[in-house]
């Protein structure tokens, strides 16, 4: 792999943090059986694959063209995991949706925000952009390689959720009920001092 794939490859590893987020897929896959647990590890990172393409292709222009800044998307995604963290504090994450089904927690929160992240959607667009002709398909590689480590790793976590308890797991979800609200509102701060920096006029 050369220089831009591995840059690539080990900037988004470190972003999207797959063994930071095993406790927290565990917690919100909890009311699961394992092979759910299997897939939604699979459609998890499908989705957060889709989205950072999507905006590495296309992001910079689609964010232009609808006037949104980076340190807005930051502040919104917030906002949004702020709401997962509130509902695993209260146990909503538990409990079956009016529809008798439970909540598609592989789209929100695993697959955006907490993968396919403003980090992570910044830091693929700046990547993206800075490879040269040469250098893309390096870059492509290690972003591809980056979701296959954060595929393995949440796979794995099946097998360890298997061995831990219901009530440990229980506990787990309202301990990362916080930490999310922390990440939440350093996220929501991040954007504002962010947005500041950018615009010194006001």
Do not use: K
Request: glycine share 10%.
């Amino acid at each position: 792999m050369t220089e831009a794939g591995l840059s690539a490859f080990v900037t988004l590893v470190v972003i999207m943090d797959p063994l930071g987020n095993v406790p927290i897929f565990l917690a919100l896959s909890r009311p699961l059986e394992p092979a759910q647990r299997n897939r939604v590890a699979v459609q998890a990172v499908i989705v957060a694959f889709a989205l950072i393409a999507a905006f590495a292709l296309a992001g910079a222009q689609l964010l232009d063209y609808l006037g949104v800044s980076l340190e807005s998307l930051s502040i919104a995604g917030g906002f949004l995991l702020l709401l997962v963290a509130l509902e695993l504090l209260r146990g909503d994450y538990d409990a079956p949706r009016a529809g008798g089904g439970r909540r598609d927690v592989a789209l929100v929160p695993l697959a955006t925000p907490l993968l396919a992240g403003p980090g992570a959607i910044a830091a693929t667009i700046v990547l993206v952009q800075q490879a040269d002709g040469g250098e893309l398909a390096a870059t492509w590689a290690g972003i591809v390689a980056a979701f296959l480590v954060v595929w393995i790793v949440l796979r794995l976590a099946v097998p360890i959720g298997r061995h831990l308890s219901d009530g440990f797991i229980h506990l787990l979800s309202r301990v990362m009920g916080v930490l999310l609200a922390a990440i939440a509102v350093q996220l929501i701060l991040g954007g504002i001092a962010d947005w500041i920096e950018a615009h010194p006029e006001l």
